[in-house]
């Protein structure tokens, strides 16, 4: 299928058939291809709990509220977000720049490249994804305002707004693996409707982890998972060209 394909083909579908399974390989490729999702700062702070065994699909499942799109699914995905994962990333990606600097920069720009990764990563990252009660976040967001007193400066630094950035950057991996599910002739449906706390202990993830959304997968059975026709509103109503 070319990209239009794909797009049309891909559809949350409520119902798979059982009968017939999805190769885990295969599930795990989109998960990493699911990885190359665009993401804010490069910081890739998520996890995905690949769910195969089918005890715990039935545990899934009820936290999942029951509903029938996880209940049929033959795996489920969990995709997490890891803010506290913060530190070991920006660490992380500094020692690649670092290599991918000397490697792929003029030597007379290699310098000032590394150093300016180096405050980015060693001394901006650590400050944005802090949290410390909400303090951190207050303090963050008075001197962004000050700041665009005098120069255009980003605004949403509180630590709510960090905490929607790891989200949407969560999401968009989300997206992607789906694209790729669709590609591969396999159907996903993505939950948000869920027990968190229940699904967070199934997982026996810390409390600092977060749950971005449920993605049952595995292959429609027939029409049954598909509410008729897509819906959607008029392009014209929300497309602005200026």
């Not at 070319?2 to 797009?7: P, Q, S």
């Not at 994962?85 to 590394?114: G, M, T």
């Not at 207050?138 to 790891?166: G, H, Q, W, Y």
């Not at 948000?192 to 202990?201: A, F, I, V």
Request: proline share 4%.
């Amino acid at each position: 299928m070319n990209l239009d394909e794909i797009l049309n083909y891909r559809r949350s579908v409520r119902v798979y058939d059982k009968g017939k399974p999805i190769d885990t390989e295969r599930v795990k490729h989109c998960l990493e291809l699911a990885t190359l999702a665009p993401n804010s700062s490069d910081m890739q702070l998520w996890e995905f709990y690949h769910i195969t065994e089918p005890e715990m699909l039935v545990k899934v499942s009820r936290a999942c509220l029951g509903q029938k799109a996880a209940t049929t699914a033959s795996q489920i995905v969990i995709f997490i977000v890891r803010w506290d994962w913060y530190r070991k990333h920006a660490q992380f990606v500094l020692d690649f720049e670092r290599e991918n600097v000397c490697l792929n920069s003029p030597k007379e720009r290699q310098a000032k490249r590394i150093k300016d990764r180096e405050l980015y990563y060693g001394v901006l990252m650590p400050f944005v994804y802090a949290r410390f009660f909400g303090i951190l976040g207050l303090f963050r967001k008075l001197l962004a305002n000050v700041i665009s007193l005098f120069r255009p400066m980003m605004l949403e630094v509180s630590e709510n707004d960090i905490r929607v950035t790891a989200h949407k950057s969560c999401a968009l991996a989300a997206q992607t693996f789906m694209i790729a599910m669709s590609n591969e002739g396999y159907d996903t449906c993505p939950l948000e409707g869920l027990d968190s706390r229940r699904l967070k202990k199934v997982l026996k993830l810390p409390h600092s982890a977060e749950i971005n959304m449920a993605i049952p997968c595995g292959i429609r059975d027939g029409n049954k998972g598909i509410w008729g026709v897509r819906c959607r509103v008029p392009f014209d109503d929300v497309y602005r060209k200026i």
